[in-house]
């Protein structure tokens, strides 16, 4: 669970820098 818990959080970072780097472009 906790394996999992990290992998989703991961996941939600890189969505949101992606969000924020095209955002910014």
Known sequence: ???L???A???AV???AT???A???
Do not use: E, I, P
């Open 9 to 11: 959080m991961m996941f």
């Open 1 to 3: 669970m906790k394996k």
């Open 19 to 21: 969000a924020a780097g």
């Open 14 to 16: 890189a969505a949101l």
């Open 5 to 7: 818990n990290k992998v």
């Open 23 to 25: 955002q910014t472009r």
